[in-house]
């Protein structure tokens, strides 16, 4: 099982639809998408990154306590995004902008998250069944393969792929050498459970590099676990859709979990409080620059003969999309303070009921005075 | 490779959990068991999980004959890794599950101390309440078993520190009985501190209702001149102590405290504002504990009823030491009394 295979890539850094034993394999489920299926890759895509700029831009003009660019990861991110089904649940890190989004997320709410307005923002159940960022690495692979073995448990698969259930977890290359990653591999190989193991392979956890992290290619560690892993190129969005599309439908239909490690590169910062300039070679950067998977896919999608007019009109639904996320950004306001105490607990607590008391009572009598 | 694995006895054929026969005393353990048993019956989405719950039912049987009344995959074991249980717990509650979660030995929580304090304690905040943690988590806790290293310790503090969970320990077999059946039935998550010493302690259970509701404490014992509050085993070291005191003409007050988070205050301001006296008790390490918390407390909600400091007796504030030297590391009822006739002198 954890033998080197090749590295899928459908789509070539120039363009080029690839026509080799591996890619054909996997030319049928693109074959089966529509022209405008296809097109909507590209508006992710486009979107994506222009409201990754549009939130970098706000922290720097301090609107935001932070901002994890996702510049460079799209086509990882709306492959993947676009393979699922509407009945599966996705538990993110906190990178997957394009992800949040293609689910159903607002992306102010991820905005409200990084200004510190809230520390959750949204429903799962009312957001195409994308959970809360989980800033702590790893940590949401475990809560992933509990509701993975929690559909297992539920016995209510039909084998039908339209309603069949399957979770994805999204984790990156650091994240692969916290504990938590590798207990999350051992409970979803033993209960088999209809879970796809999504790791973003970007080349650097802050300021170390994945070899720091990993001696051998992070795909076939899942073969440890007995788990199948396929490594594809994360910079080609056919090879993330089409990679994923057959992954969760087999983890669905009951062949257990899998892990797929797309190869992608972080090209911002970290963070908007990192400065990569102090350990990455320029060089490296611009290898990875010139496999940017949005200029890839123009140049495939243009060779099909699409026109200038989409792509200007696919611009525009981008600059609109970001300058409507500046101004609801701008159109924030802090909750009240009810906010500390309430939802500590579910049900009644007399500590919470106490304090929030006496801090509407301690603010009264500061007015009361003033 | 070979794709040979080993054959797992989960239908082995073994009695389920047992009807407890009316007005019998029956053992702490085969009380949780009753209860587990219950919860199990009355709501199809509790599960119970852990590391040789299912054939085995524990190390110290209180899951005994479950999994083959309810299932393996009601009642299963877990893969030997703590963050991994509480971590899949959380996405098991997610889906609607109310997981139990059984950690072998107290001091066997660590790994796991993650996932609690950082993500079950808070997901239902971080979800401004939109997502509910029906999660239990059992932990067999405390000395007196003359065990090795990491079995006989008292974490409960770093919980009941943690904004987000409920803390409890039931003292006895009716206590543990349905307070087990509460905890589950909480929609927030409840660390269940088993006082693994009392395990074998047979007591009556009052299968009609429960007494008290979960977050209380109780008098267990009425005095006039000195209050003692503790919780776990150490109620049964109060109540010795308490027995003593009484032989030497003392009057003393047990409170079992049930509830480390939240503590229901109550019962403890009312008992000092007649007696004027506390000696606060635990296996814990003193420094920064849950005893800490309470003398403070009393201290300002109870000023002008005291007539002594606070006093609390408790482990040292030193490693659990090896099993030999156990008993003079934990409280026992001498040092209790030590502390009673301290705060007399006052």
């Given at each position: 099982m954890a033998e080197a295979a090749p590295t899928v890539q459908l789509l070539s850094p120039d363009g080029v639809l690839q026509s080799d034993a591996t890619a054909e394999q996997y030319r049928p489920y693109i074959d089966a998408l529509s022209d405008e299926q296809l097109r909507q890759f590209h508006r992710d895509m486009v979107v994506t990154r222009r409201f990754d700029l549009e939130a970098t831009n706000l922290q720097r003009q301090g609107?935001?306590?932070?901002w994890p660019p996702s510049h460079g990861q799209e086509a990882a991110q709306v492959g993947s995004a676009r393979a699922m089904r509407h009945q599966d649940h996705v538990f993110p890190s906190y990178r997957e902008h394009a992800v949040a989004m293609i689910r159903g997320v607002d992306v102010v709410d991820i905005v409200r998250l990084m200004r510190g307005v809230t520390h959750g923002g949204w429903n799962p159940a009312e957001r195409g069944n994308f959970h809360l960022y989980t800033l702590?690495?790893?940590?949401q692979a475990l809560h992933a393969a509990g509701y993975a073995m929690g559909i297992t448990f539920d016995g209510i698969a039909t084998g039908d792929p339209e309603t069949d259930e399957a979770v994805v977890v999204y984790f990156g290359d650091g994240a692969t050498s916290q504990g938590d990653v590798s207990e999350a591999l051992v409970f979803a190989a033993s209960f088999q459970a209809p879970q796809v193991f999504f790791l973003?392979?970007?080349?650097?956890a802050i300021s170390v590099p994945v070899s720091v992290q990993s001696?051998?290619?992070?795909?076939?560690?899942?073969g440890g676990f007995g788990i199948p892993g396929i490594q594809i190129d994360g910079n080609d969005v056919l090879a993330s859709y089409a990679v994923t599309r057959k992954n969760l439908d087999e983890a669905r239909a009951g062949d257990g979990p899998r892990m797929i490690e797309a190869l992608t590169y972080r090209i911002g910062a970290h963070t908007t409080s990192d400065d990569p300039t102090k350990y990455r070679l320029s060089h490296e950067l611009e290898s990875w620059i010139a496999r940017d998977p949005i200029v890839r896919y123009e140049a495939w999608l243009r060779s099909r003969g699409e026109g200038d007019a989409f792509f200007a009109e696919t611009a525009t639904e981008a600059e609109d999309f970001a300058a409507d996320l500046r101004k609801r950004t701008l159109e924030l306001t802090v909750p009240s303070t009810d906010r500390i105490f309430d939802h500590v607990y579910s049900e009644s607590h007399p500590v919470m009921d106490g304090q929030k008391q006496w801090l509407a009572d301690y603010e009264a009598s500061l007015g009361a005075e003033g | 490779m070979s794709d040979e694995s080993t054959e797992l006895l989960d239908s082995v054929e073994t009695p389920g959990g047992a009807e407890i026969p009316v007005n019998a005393e029956i053992p702490l353990s085969k009380a949780l068991n009753a209860g587990l048993r219950k919860a199990l019956g009355d709501d199809k989405r509790v599960l119970l999980m852990g590391e040789d719950i299912g054939p085995l039912g524990g190390v110290f049987r209180v899951t005994e004959g479950l999994q083959a009344e309810f299932g393996s995959s009601r009642v299963f074991d877990t893969p030997l890794a703590e963050s991994g249980i509480v971590g899949t717990a959380i996405g098991l509650a997610m889906r609607g599950y109310r997981p139990v979660c059984e950690i072998q030995f107290d001091g066997f929580i660590f790994p796991a101390f993650d996932q609690i304090t950082t993500q079950l304690a808070k997901m239902t905040n971080r979800h401004e309440g939109q997502v509910q943690m029906p999660v239990v988590i059992r932990v067999p806790y405390g000395g007196h078993i003359g065990a090795v290293e990491h079995h006989q310790e008292s974490p409960e503090a770093y919980f009941a520190h943690t904004p987000g969970l409920r803390v409890v320990s039931p003292s006895t077999p009716n206590d543990a009985y349905w307070m087990i059946q509460e905890a589950i039935a909480s929609n927030d998550p409840v660390m269940f501190f088993e006082p693994k010493s009392r395990y074998w302690n047979k007591g009556p259970v009052d299968l009609s209702s429960s007494a008290v509701p979960l977050h209380s404490s109780r008098v267990v014992r009425t005095g006039t001149e000195v209050t003692l509050v503790g919780h776990g085993a150490m109620v049964t070291v109060l109540l010795q102590a308490a027995e003593l005191a009484a032989a030497e003409g003392t009057s003393v007050e047990v409170i079992?405290?049930?509830?480390?988070?939240?503590?229901?205050y109550s019962p403890i301001i009312e008992s000092v504002q007649k007696t004027g006296r506390l000696v606060v008790a635990s296996e814990a390490p003193g420094f920064v504990s849950v005893s800490s918390e309470i003398a403070a407390t009393v201290t300002e909600r109870a000023f002008y009823s005291l007539e002594a400091p606070v006093l609390r007796v408790a482990a040292?504030?030193?490693?659990?030491?090896?099993a030999k030297l156990e008993t003079s590391y934990l409280p026992d009822a001498d040092r209790v009394l030590d502390a009673v006739d301290r705060a007399l002198a006052y």
């Amino acid at each position: 099982m954890a033998e080197a295979a090749p590295t899928v890539q459908l789509l070539s850094p120039d363009g080029v639809l690839q026509s080799d034993a591996t890619a054909e394999q996997y030319r049928p489920y693109i074959d089966a998408l529509s022209d405008e299926q296809l097109r909507q890759f590209h508006r992710d895509m486009v979107v994506t990154r222009r409201f990754d700029l549009e939130a970098t831009n706000l922290q720097r003009q301090g609107q935001l306590a932070l901002w994890p660019p996702s510049h460079g990861q799209e086509a990882a991110q709306v492959g993947s995004a676009r393979a699922m089904r509407h009945q599966d649940h996705v538990f993110p890190s906190y990178r997957e902008h394009a992800v949040a989004m293609i689910r159903g997320v607002d992306v102010v709410d991820i905005v409200r998250l990084m200004r510190g307005v809230t520390h959750g923002g949204w429903n799962p159940a009312e957001r195409g069944n994308f959970h809360l960022y989980t800033l702590v690495l790893g940590s949401q692979a475990l809560h992933a393969a509990g509701y993975a073995m929690g559909i297992t448990f539920d016995g209510i698969a039909t084998g039908d792929p339209e309603t069949d259930e399957a979770v994805v977890v999204y984790f990156g290359d650091g994240a692969t050498s916290q504990g938590d990653v590798s207990e999350a591999l051992v409970f979803a190989a033993s209960f088999q459970a209809p879970q796809v193991f999504f790791l973003q392979n970007n080349h650097w956890a802050i300021s170390v590099p994945v070899s720091v992290q990993s001696r051998t290619p992070l795909y076939l560690r899942a073969g440890g676990f007995g788990i199948p892993g396929i490594q594809i190129d994360g910079n080609d969005v056919l090879a993330s859709y089409a990679v994923t599309r057959k992954n969760l439908d087999e983890a669905r239909a009951g062949d257990g979990p899998r892990m797929i490690e797309a190869l992608t590169y972080r090209i911002g910062a970290h963070t908007t409080s990192d400065d990569p300039t102090k350990y990455r070679l320029s060089h490296e950067l611009e290898s990875w620059i010139a496999r940017d998977p949005i200029v890839r896919y123009e140049a495939w999608l243009r060779s099909r003969g699409e026109g200038d007019a989409f792509f200007a009109e696919t611009a525009t639904e981008a600059e609109d999309f970001a300058a409507d996320l500046r101004k609801r950004t701008l159109e924030l306001t802090v909750p009240s303070t009810d906010r500390i105490f309430d939802h500590v607990y579910s049900e009644s607590h007399p500590v919470m009921d106490g304090q929030k008391q006496w801090l509407a009572d301690y603010e009264a009598s500061l007015g009361a005075e003033g | 490779m070979s794709d040979e694995s080993t054959e797992l006895l989960d239908s082995v054929e073994t009695p389920g959990g047992a009807e407890i026969p009316v007005n019998a005393e029956i053992p702490l353990s085969k009380a949780l068991n009753a209860g587990l048993r219950k919860a199990l019956g009355d709501d199809k989405r509790v599960l119970l999980m852990g590391e040789d719950i299912g054939p085995l039912g524990g190390v110290f049987r209180v899951t005994e004959g479950l999994q083959a009344e309810f299932g393996s995959s009601r009642v299963f074991d877990t893969p030997l890794a703590e963050s991994g249980i509480v971590g899949t717990a959380i996405g098991l509650a997610m889906r609607g599950y109310r997981p139990v979660c059984e950690i072998q030995f107290d001091g066997f929580i660590f790994p796991a101390f993650d996932q609690i304090t950082t993500q079950l304690a808070k997901m239902t905040n971080r979800h401004e309440g939109q997502v509910q943690m029906p999660v239990v988590i059992r932990v067999p806790y405390g000395g007196h078993i003359g065990a090795v290293e990491h079995h006989q310790e008292s974490p409960e503090a770093y919980f009941a520190h943690t904004p987000g969970l409920r803390v409890v320990s039931p003292s006895t077999p009716n206590d543990a009985y349905w307070m087990i059946q509460e905890a589950i039935a909480s929609n927030d998550p409840v660390m269940f501190f088993e006082p693994k010493s009392r395990y074998w302690n047979k007591g009556p259970v009052d299968l009609s209702s429960s007494a008290v509701p979960l977050h209380s404490s109780r008098v267990v014992r009425t005095g006039t001149e000195v209050t003692l509050v503790g919780h776990g085993a150490m109620v049964t070291v109060l109540l010795q102590a308490a027995e003593l005191a009484a032989a030497e003409g003392t009057s003393v007050e047990v409170i079992d405290l049930r509830s480390i988070s939240p503590i229901d205050y109550s019962p403890i301001i009312e008992s000092v504002q007649k007696t004027g006296r506390l000696v606060v008790a635990s296996e814990a390490p003193g420094f920064v504990s849950v005893s800490s918390e309470i003398a403070a407390t009393v201290t300002e909600r109870a000023f002008y009823s005291l007539e002594a400091p606070v006093l609390r007796v408790a482990a040292f504030d030193a490693p659990f030491p090896p099993a030999k030297l156990e008993t003079s590391y934990l409280p026992d009822a001498d040092r209790v009394l030590d502390a009673v006739d301290r705060a007399l002198a006052y």
